[in-house]
Each structure stands twice: as structure tokens, then as C-alpha cells.
């Protein structure tokens, strides 16, 4: 059976808007024409994808399962095509890259303001995601590259890595946390107060195994969610400067708030070296990188450059 891509688009739009009107606007189609080739589309499969009501319009039982194949041969049609045209001249298409929590702040958010600067007819999607997102969008082809904690990517044949350098960080409390009034701390001390962060690889569990004895293992994954288990950097800073909770940063993004007294280093001396992440570019083997992405790789290299440095 040979099915037009184009009509499973138009279904995946419906859909989502779950009203032909507001499909056919989005599809920038009219309404007749988007019923005709939903129409075209049920008889190409031999069932009813849609119920049809005044309200709206649902997917039949049969139709989510077509829905779900749909969306996926959609979307993996989108990324070759965007592929073939960023190959082809270096600027055309959108380059899709994923980001880490941390490593979006500190590198790849102020290197794309650079890229765009530079080249403003640059279409880009950035996503900042935490570790397993990440790694998830990687490996099913929903971004050209992405860039975060590469520990646990070595020995992935699939994938070429490129490292980054390591990112040092910081274990911080908001100012007037109660823990600031011992010394020296203790982990029990520590473990009285809930830890905030992203899920990360089963490699980094040695960042809170001591301190944080909420944290779990996905049983499925293995990846390690702590007690607080944020998607974003920002989020986290938010948490621990209104909560008792304690997190980890890197120096360049509490500047601001070590500067006006919203937050405090915790100094934890049982442990002998701070936190460490070893960061890095990973895509597919099978991929070339455009001109663009690689403009791109550059300029967050050199972010990396100015911002990978010890704390003091």
C-alpha cells in the first residue's frame, strides 16, 4: 500500500486541533480540502481514522494507532528534509539541537544569540531538556546534535562525540539557610533538607548518594531521579532561593546571586573534590553536520572556552 505523506500530516494536524476548521488554518489549506483528503486518506487505509461530531472530531480506536505511525513517519520525513536542505547551502532548514539544564545557561544559549546575530536568516530550534530527554531525542532523530553530560555515551557505536571540557560546579542554599550556621558540616547534617536537580546518568550517582536520601533509580533506565527532580536550571535556582532545599550550580550562574546575597557556596569538607560533568557534542554516525551546525559547534565552544574554568 503506498500512502501520501502529505495526508498523514493533514490527520496528524487534525488531530491535534481536533476541529477541521482550526486544522485547515493551521495547514494554511481550506476546509473542503482538508476533508477531501481525509476522506482520500481513510480510503487509502480501508477504516475510519475519525469520528466526526459538531463539537469535534475524535480518532477512532483503529485511528490512533495510525495517528501514533503517522506521527512518527511525519516527523522523521520533517527531519530529512530539513537535513537535505542545511547539506545542501549551509543556511536553508532548521537546525534542531538539544541542551542539557546546565550546559543551555552557561554555553549554548549565549552562543546562539551569537549565531543569530551573525546570521539572522538562521532557523533554529533549541531545547533544553534534562539528561535522558536529551539522550532520547538523540537517538530517535528529533535533533541534528545535541550537547550535554557525555559520560555515560562512551562505547555507543552509534554516536560520534566530540568532548567539550568539563564544567566544575557548586553545591549552593539559598542566605540564611540553617545549615550556614554549622561548621563544619556533616552529612547527616545535609540530608535533612531535600536536594534539588535533574535527573542524571547512573555514573553521576556519587554527586548526591551521601546527601540526598531521597533520590531513586528508574528501574527501567537506571537513570537517577533525586528527591526534587527538576527539567530546567532555572527552576532549580527558583526552588532553593525560596525553600530549604540545596542544589548544585556552576559558579557563572549564582554570580548574580552570590552578588546580591540571595544565595551561599555550602562548603561540604567530607567531600575532597566538587562536582564535575564532562560535556560534549554527540550525533548520529550516520550524520553530517551542516556548515551551520558547525558555525554553531564553534561558537559554544568558545563559550565553553570562557566559563570552564575551576570554582573558587
Given at each position: 500500500m503506498e500512502i501520501d505523506l502529505k495526508l498523514l500530516q493533514y490527520a496528524v494536524v487534525l488531530a491535534k486541533h481536533r476541529h477541521f476548521g482550526r486544522a485547515a488554518a493551521a495547514l494554511r489549506i481550506s476546509q473542503p480540502t482538508l476533508s477531501r483528503n481525509i476522506a482520500a486518506?481513510?480510503?487509502?487505509?480501508?477504516?475510519?481514522v475519525?469520528?466526526?461530531?459538531r463539537r469535534d472530531v475524535v480518532?477512532?480506536?483503529?485511528?490512533?494507532?495510525?495517528?501514533?505511525?503517522?506521527?512518527?513517519?511525519?516527523?522523521?520525513?520533517?527531519?530529512i528534509s530539513n537535513r537535505l536542505q542545511l547539506v545542501r547551502d549551509g543556511r536553508g532548514g532548521r537546525l534542531r539541537v538539544a541542551a542539557g539544564t546546565y550546559i543551555h545557561d552557561i554555553a549554548v544559549l549565549p552562543a546562539a544569540i551569537d549565531l543569530i546575530n551573525a546570521h539572522p536568516s538562521i532557523r533554529l530550534e533549541l531545547l533544553e531538556r534534562e539528561?535522558?530527554?536529551?539522550?532520547?531525542?538523540?537517538?530517535t532523530d528529533r535533533v541534528d546534535f545535541a550537547v550535554f553530560d557525555i559520560t555515560s555515551l562512551r562505547g555507543m557505536p552509534a554516536l560520534r562525540v566530540e568532548p567539550l571540557g568539563s564544567l566544575q560546579g557548586v553545591y549552593f542554599c539559598r542566605a540564611g539557610?540553617?545549615?550556614?550556621?554549622?561548621?563544619?558540616?556533616?552529612?547527616?547534617d545535609v540530608r535533612k533538607f531535600p536536594f534539588v536537580f535533574t535527573s542524571m546518568s547512573h555514573l553521576q550517582v556519587g554527586l548526591i548518594d551521601d546527601i540526598d536520601p531521597g533520590f531513586t533509580v528508574d528501574p527501567v533506565t537506571g537513570n537517577i531521579l533525586p528527591s526534587i527532580a527538576?527539567?530546567?536550571?532555572r527552576v532549580s535556582r527558583k526552588i532553593v532561593a525560596e525553600t530549604d532545599a540545596i542544589g548544585i550550580s556552576h559558579m557563572s550562574q549564582l554570580a548574580e546571586g552570590l552578588f546580591t546575597g540571595?544565595?551561599?557556596?555550602?562548603?561540604?569538607?567530607?567531600?575532597?573534590?566538587?562536582?564535575?560533568?564532562?560535556?560534549?557534542?554527540?550525533?548520529?554516525?550516520?550524520?553530517?553536520?551542516?556548515?551551520?551546525?558547525?558555525?554553531?559547534?564553534?561558537?559554544?565552544r568558545k563559550q565553553m572556552r570562557a566559563q570552564a574554568r575551576p570554582a573558587k
Open positions: 486518506l481513510e480510503k487509502q487505509l480501508g477504516l475510519r475519525f469520528e466526526r461530531s480518532a477512532t480506536p483503529a485511528g490512533d494507532d495510525v495517528l501514533r505511525m503517522a506521527d512518527e513517519l511525519v516527523t522523521r520525513a520533517e527531519a539528561w535522558a530527554a536529551v539522550a532520547g531525542m538523540l537517538m539557610h540553617p545549615l550556614l550556621r554549622k561548621s563544619p558540616l556533616r552529612p547527616d527538576v527539567s530546567s536550571a540571595r544565595f551561599a557556596i555550602l562548603d561540604l569538607p567530607w567531600r575532597k573534590t566538587l562536582p564535575m560533568a564532562e560535556m560534549g557534542i554527540a550525533y548520529k554516525r550516520e550524520r553530517t553536520l551542516p556548515p551551520s551546525a558547525r558555525t554553531f559547534i564553534g561558537l559554544i
